[in-house]
């Protein structure tokens, strides 16, 4: 019965990552992937018939005009702004007001110093811009684009200089003035925007204040849990759509939205109303591939020099718990380890919080592995201590069921009897596992998709915790194994670590299931040849331990 039952559990886990390994991809992501495309919010704009002013600045816009034909739009040159900032580095087209560049500077395309860096805008036409806020009619495209001017040409953010602001000012073919205030900060990846939109003509306009977001998934999906698609916090709730979801038919939802965010792997692009508001979004797939997707706030009607304004953040950077719950609006909830969430996150804190002394990750790993271990000592010593008496009443249990293999009722009632005499519970073995199989599955998690473990060197060889380890690189492709091939030395390790504790541990009265669990290491190392080096390390240093305590075990009852 234990031995069954150690059998399903391992098999259940085994069923687990054999699924990682063939529905999440792997390999090299190419070199130009980035990846964001923010998303959609706003808030229900206000609508006033005020002049054009923020009450603290005042901006660029046309100040009212008398009734009468509006104005024809002044003719601007095809430019570009450049934003800089220590975080980041930022180009704005004047078409339309687009964001065509968001490049961060502490992050690269691989773990080389020398590799370009993350560009969250990841489009074969930069003119289809990652982020523009629009006023549209819903379905209905504007015939021209929006020829937008820049309050600087150039902006450099500085901790001297502290927070500055850009404004861009444009008019629509319909008369319509808009106007965005970007306010950059030094020390953070979160973008203020203030947005107003005044009807400089004499005929009221219809329509919805919105934001849309255009990017495209990279090829290759390199973390096993990353999520890559389009996310909401709708009714507070984490909504994500994959792009597969878009492909066939036009996604909408509608409700209260929090935020809503392009995710690809380790780095996200959302946009978030100053508070939580009600909303519509809308998201499909283009035939390019490129997903599109708009957040529209509720339909108003601007009447004659009637203006309406909304107020946004936008957060471009990476996927750090960290850092989003510095945000507001739940934006920290994108970070998502499904069910584990609620054990996963306190594991993600103190890997950070043991990376702050020993500023390795490597080790951060090791230490939480030994603390796990010692929290669930005495659940562990109890399991080995029941495996090892009923090891002891095997060959009576073999009996047993030569005894009675005709008549299982009959061996059942022996077997439940013969427990009772030895005071052996069959399940002893079992439960304290059962308790500890959630703290290896959040760890899991956390350790296969936290940016925290992305291109994080250790030791030696192993200089990014995040990818499968690699002494050398051939010349060639091994079959199965992501590129670049090479040797796995800590999967090896691994693997023989666990055939090690298979032959510590009491073999099954069952050949069937004896031969079953001496394969089961070589089919782990299999899978786990593509796994990150961070997963493989905990679960390398996990099984030494192990194996001490079985050590332990075996020589003070012998």
Request: glycine share 6%.
């Amino acid at each position: 019965m234990e031995k069954r039952t150690l059998l399903a559990f391992a098999l259940s886990f085994l069923i687990l990552v054999l699924w990682s390994a063939f529905y999440s991809p792997t390999g090299k992501r190419a070199p130009s992937t980035g990846d964001q495309a923010p998303a959609v919010e706003e808030q229900r704009p206000a609508v006033e018939p005020a002049p054009l002013r923020t009450g603290q600045e005042s901006l660029s816009a046309p100040q009212p005009q008398p009734a009468g034909p509006p104005p024809a739009a002044k003719p601007v040159p095809e430019q570009e702004v450049r934003v800089e900032t220590p975080l980041y580095s930022a180009t704005w087209s004047n078409v339309d007001g687009l964001l065509e560049s968001f490049k961060l500077k502490n992050y690269r395309t691989a773990a080389n110093p020398n590799a370009p860096r993350v560009d969250l805008v990841n489009l074969a036409d930069s003119r289809d811009g990652l982020l523009a806020f629009r006023f549209t009619r819903e379905g209905v495209e504007p015939a021209l684009p929006v020829l937008y001017e820049f309050s600087s040409a150039r902006l450099e953010v500085t901790p001297e200089s502290g927070a500055r602001t850009l404004v861009m000012t444009g008019q629509s073919s319909n008369g319509l003035v808009l106007e965005h205030t970007y306010r950059f900060y030094p020390d953070r990846y979160r973008i203020d925007v203030k947005t107003r939109t005044v009807n400089r003509g004499e005929l009221p306009v219809e329509g919805a204040l919105s934001a849309r977001m255009r990017n495209l998934p990279p090829s290759d999906q390199k973390s096993y849990y990353g999520f890559v698609g389009v996310a909401l916090l709708l009714n507070g709730e984490l909504e994500e759509i994959k792009p597969k979801k878009m492909k066939d038919e036009e996604k909408r939802l509608s409700g209260s939205i929090s935020w809503i965010a392009y995710e690809d792997d380790y780095f996200m692009a959302s946009v978030l109303p100053s508070t939580p508001s009600e909303g519509r979004f809308r998201g499909k797939t283009l035939p390019s591939g490129v997903l599109e997707a708009d957040y529209l706030a509720s339909p108003v009607r601007l009447g004659p020099q009637e203006q309406m304004s909304a107020d946004f953040s936008l957060y471009l950077g990476p996927r750090d718990v960290k850092i989003l719950s510095a945000v507001g609006n739940d934006l920290d909830k994108a970070v998502d380890f499904g069910w584990t969430d609620i054990i996963a996150k306190p594991l993600l804190q103190a890997l950070r919080f043991f990376n702050g002394y020993v500023h390795n990750y490597g080790f951060a790993i090791l230490i939480l592995t030994v603390l796990i271990k010692i929290l669930f000592w005495p659940l562990t010593h109890k399991s080995y201590k029941s495996m090892k008496e009923m090891q002891k009443i095997q060959p009576l249990m073999a009996k047993l069921r030569e005894k009675h293999k005709d008549n299982k009722e009959q061996m059942n009632r022996e077997l439940m009897q013969l427990y009772k005499t030895y005071k052996v519970n069959p399940m002893g073995g079992c439960l304290p596992m059962v308790i500890q199989i959630p703290v290896f599955l959040a760890l899991f998690r956390v350790l296969s998709s936290s940016i925290e473990l992305r291109h994080a060197p250790f030791i030696f060889w192993i200089n990014d915790l995040s990818a499968p380890d690699r002494l050398f690189t051939f010349p060639f492709q091994i079959p199965f194994m992501a590129p670049p091939s090479g040797i796995p030395v800590l999967t090896l390790l691994m693997g023989a670590s666990m055939f090690l504790q298979q032959k510590m541990s009491p073999s099954p009265g069952d050949p069937t299931q004896a031969k079953i669990m001496m394969f089961l290491p070589l089919i782990f190392t299999f899978v786990f040849i593509n796994f990150p080096s961070g997963l493989v390390l905990y679960w390398l240093t996990n099984n030494i331990l192990s194996i001490g305590q079985q050590y332990r075990i075996l020589k003070k009852s012998a």
